[in-house]
Structures are given as structure tokens and as C-alpha cells.
């Protein structure tokens, strides 16, 4: 049975960092790619950043773009995104979710969820 599970989430002020983490199980972890994805209330989830099945080409949506790291560790089968300079805006629940091919920015690529893990940026 295939499982994701994000943690690292919390409550920060601005300009804080947090590493969010993402144990997978279940599947063979370097024969995917990886995203992280999310999704603030009332709004639709959106693309953050995401790896190849190595980690050594990498993604990031403008918002993030400089700020954020997206890393992976094969052989823990764990994915991570190291977040920096944190706004109030990037409050919202993140997902991690890996494919095996596709848009890497669309979610509908993607094979397989975690439940996400919610991270709140106070001013």
C-alpha cells in the first residue's frame, strides 16, 4: 500500500523557516518524481516546486522562486521542501505527491497524495 506522509508544519511569524518533510512508502521512491503542492482556504491547490526522480533537476512556481528548496533523499524514500523567508501568504496546507510522468505543474499528473500538513505564517 502506497503512502505519503508530510510533516514539518506549524505555526511561524514572517520571515521564518520550516522544512517540511515526506516519508514515502510502498513504491520504488527514485522511479518517481516528486511535487509539492498547496492549498490555502477557498482557494484552488496550487503548484510549489518540484524534483526529478534524482533531484537534480528542479521547478518552482514564481511565488516561491528563490525562497524555497525542493530536496530528496532516495535512499531514506524521503522528499523535503526547505522554506525560507516565509509570508503571510503562504499560509496554507502543503502536499507532497509523486508521478511517474506529465506536467509536473498540473496536480491530475500526479499518481499519488499525502494528506498534507498545514503551516500558518503570522505577521
Known amino acids: 500500500q502506497v503512502s505519503l506522509v508530510e510533516s514539518g508544519g506549524g505555526l511561524v511569524q514572517a520571515g521564518d523557516s520550516l522544512r517540511l518533510s515526506c516519508a514515502v512508502s510502498?513504491?520504488?521512491?527514485?522511479?518517481?518524481?516528486m511535487g509539492w503542492f498547496r492549498q490555502a482556504p477557498g482557494e484552488d491547490r496550487e503548484f510549489v516546486a518540484a524534483?526529478?526522480?534524482?533531484?537534480?533537476?528542479?521547478t518552482y512556481a514564481d511565488a516561491v522562486k528563490g525562497r524555497f528548496r525542493i530536496f530528496r533523499d532516495n535512499a531514506k524514500n524521503t522528499g523535503y521542501l526547505r522554506m525560507n523567508s516565509l509570508k503571510p501568504e503562504d499560509t496554507a496546507v502543503y502536499y507532497c505527491?509523486?508521478?511517474?510522468?506529465?506536467?509536473?505543474?498540473?496536480?491530475?499528473?500526479?499518481?499519488?497524495w499525502g494528506q498534507g500538513t498545514q503551516v500558518t505564517v503570522s505577521s
Open positions: 505527491a509523486v508521478h511517474r510522468g506529465g506536467d509536473h505543474s498540473r496536480a491530475r499528473s500526479y499518481n499519488y
Open positions: 510502498g513504491l520504488t521512491f527514485s522511479s518517481y518524481a
Open positions: 524534483a526529478d526522480w534524482l533531484g537534480s533537476s528542479t
